[in-house]
């Protein structure tokens, strides 16, 4: 069956995902429902749209499922029950394993000019109260919602504009509508597959009752009141909640909805019998029934999971309790599969290139420096020493799953070599030392780099001390200051932050149609260069222009990957961003690909091998977790 790719922005038209036979599929009647709490629904038939999304279990080794059934997670937090909506990865377009962006909700996409986009629903799909999802749906978002400045002051999204303008919207009739823009615009599609989407559709039968428009005053007056909040406005966004699954009255299309509001500690997600996807054998997913979501100390969760309390766990799992999961598999039934992590490095460390200290700020910004300081880390010693050699030694960069990676993004001055370190540190002129070896810098002040951390990872903390055993051999002292990561952010800001640790690029694995954000100068909270991307990110209002050339580049770069004219020119823009980074070693990576630990207990279908990452992957959400199902259903 033939799929649309990341790749194809400019194709015509999109693939159906469902052949001529699968319209005669016959459906079963999922048993059990009026035990979910949902008597008197219509048959299957009338909840499933007239063209469903019929899974492809066999040519990705998949067992067809029984439903039923209770999964069991363990979160560290109450807000962490927004998780359903991620793992549940329903979204128009989403990526699959193999990185492609195929549709799911939607039933095709019609791509004209890389500007053009006409989508198109499934006809007869629902809403989990079994209203129908229409066109309406849409037009109600663009143009009540979002294009309304009581409800978005800020005006369009970024992933709405091309060339600083929105699009067009047109309504073309119940289950099309239509998007177009001046200018190519390659961030929409992408930008709908992300783990926490815009969702540019939202339930109108349920929010107008909410809106200045379309509701009743008198009911609004009443809400505003009963909420505590100052406005028709406010309580539209407050009842408007597709993400959080704070409000249990607002319709989905996910593949478990929240119904009940009775508890802060246990959430219970019930299955969707509206759901628009079906296994090959007629049955509507999700396999699983319910999902409960138990909140629980983030420390206790390792030991909790040990014990048998989850049939699924990788939220607050780290690679450093593998061993003890391991230990308790047998006793209690589970396995502890290994995943690697998608970040482009477990660890980096990354020096603040916009520090207001100038001489920090002259020696960060000299690529002889961040390369002497590369080549002083031993990678493969710290890769054993905590990862037991499991990782790959190596720079923070896209990983070799990516369909962009080379071996000498990831080897680059990664080597381990204090003879060549040692040199360049000379070189630069940091040839004198005090009496204990530490270098001085151009103004007598000792070498000493300030590395600070929010502290909540052990793994850094310890990786930290490796690498300031190594960087006493080239001369350079390193202290960890552990501190809270708003307080970080702001000293970046502040330009106060010489340099920091914590995980990589986020996204390790992108193709060429994925916006390089990660990469580049956009935003004021990447630590790197934090007011160059203030400036990026506020239109030049805040922050700093980059006055760095390989930063100038970068920033070049990115706003051309947007006017890009197809795929094959994205792909050269994402190589020259990634050589850039490899050739300057902006940020000083470790280790990557590290095993995530993920805990299965009598659930199928659950790969043995995958990537574990938030975007592209939606943690879960990309492995189709609809489609996991509980051995013990079948009994």
């Not at 995943?339 to 603040?352: A, Q, R």
């Not at 054993?384 to 990983?399: C, E, K, Y």
């Not at 990561?485 to 986020?506: K, N, P, Q, Y």
């Amino acid at each position: 069956m033939k799929l649309w790719s990341a790749a194809g922005l400019s194709a015509l038209a999109v693939a159906s995902l469902f052949s001529a036979g699968a319209l005669a599929l016959d459906l079963k009647e999922t048993s059990g429902l009026d035990a979910l709490g949902y008597a008197g629904l219509p048959p299957v038939a009338e909840r499933v749209p007239a063209e469903p999304l019929i899974v492809d279990l066999e040519s990705r080794g998949r067992k067809l499922g029984v439903a039923g059934g209770t999964v069991n997670t363990l979160i560290g937090r109450a807000r962490d029950v927004r998780l359903i909506n991620v793992w549940g990865y329903a979204r128009l377009v989403g990526y699959n394993e193999k990185l492609e962006l195929v549709p799911d909700i939607l039933k095709d996409v019609k791509v004209e000019e890389g500007r053009i986009f006409t989508l198109s629903l499934r006809k007869g799909h629902k809403w989990s109260d079994g209203a129908p999802f229409t066109a309406e749906d849409f037009r109600y978002f663009f143009e009540d919602v979002v294009s309304n400045p009581d409800l978005t002051p800020s005006g369009l999204p970024p992933f709405l504009l091309a060339g600083g303008k929105g699009p067009k919207f047109e309504v073309i009739d119940e289950t099309t509508v239509r998007y177009t823009w001046e200018q190519a615009n390659p961030l929409f599609l992408p930008e709908l597959a992300l783990s926490r989407p815009p969702f540019i559709y939202r339930p109108a039968h349920y929010l107008k009752q909410f809106h200045e428009k379309f509701g009743d005053a008198a009911a609004i007056a009443k809400g505003v009141e009963a909420q505590k909040v100052r406005g028709w406005a406010p309580l539209h966004n407050k009842m408007d909640d597709m993400y959080n699954a704070m409000n249990p009255d607002l319709p989905s299309l996910q593949p478990w909805v929240r119904r009940t509001a009775d508890s802060d500690q246990r959430f219970v997600l019930v299955r969707n019998p509206f759901y628009h996807r079906v296994d090959p054998a007629g049955q509507q997913l999700p396999y699983v029934d319910k999902v409960i979501m138990t909140v629980a100390d983030g420390k206790l969760i390792p030991a909790k999971t040990q014990a048998g309390e989850a049939e699924l766990q990788a939220r607050n799992l780290s690679f450093s309790d593998i061993t003890v999961l391991k230990q308790g598999e047998e006793q209690h039934g589970y396995r502890t599969l290994l995943w690697p992590n998608s970040k482009g490095s477990e660890i980096s460390l990354l020096p603040n290139l916009t520090v207001k200290d100038p001489v920090w700020r002259e020696l960060l910004r000299d690529a002889r420096f961040r390369h002497a300081l590369s080549l002083g880390i031993d990678r493969d010693m710290i890769n054993n020493v905590l990862f037991f050699g499991l990782g790959q030694p190596g720079n923070d960069t896209v990983l070799s799953m990516s369909p962009l990676f080379k071996d000498e993004y990831k080897t680059l001055w990664a080597e381990y070599d204090i003879e060549k370190a040692n040199a360049l540190l000379d070189e630069i002129g940091l040839s004198k030392r005090r009496g204990d070896g530490i270098r001085l810098l151009p103004d007598g002040r000792p070498l000493e780099i300030i590395v600070e951390t929010n502290g909540e990872s052990q793994t850094e903390i310890d990786a930290l001390e490796l690498v300031a055993e190594t960087w006493k051999e080239i001369g350079v002292k390193l202290f960890s200051k552990p501190s809270q990561r708003d307080v970080i952010r702001d000293r970046g800001m502040a330009g106060e932050l010489v340099m920091s640790v914590g995980t990589g690029f986020e996204n390790g694995i992108p193709t060429g149609d994925m916006p390089p954000t990660d990469y580049v100068p956009a935003r004021g909270d990447q630590l790197t260069w934090p007011t160059w991307g203030d400036y990026l990110e506020t239109a030049g209002k805040g922050g700093e222009k980059p006055d760095w050339a390989p930063g100038a580049r970068l920033s070049e770069l990115y706003q051309g990957w947007f006017s890009a004219a197809d795929s094959a020119a994205r792909e050269k823009i994402w190589q020259e961003i990634l050589q850039i980074h490899a050739d300057e070693t902006i940020h000083i990576g470790l280790v990557s690909e590290v095993p995530q630990p993920v805990v299965v207990k009598g659930l199928e279908n659950v790969p043995e091998e995958a990537i574990y990452g938030w975007d592209p992957g939606a943690q879960f959400g990309i492995h189709r977790m609809d489609e996991f199902w509980l051995a013990n259903a079948a009994k």
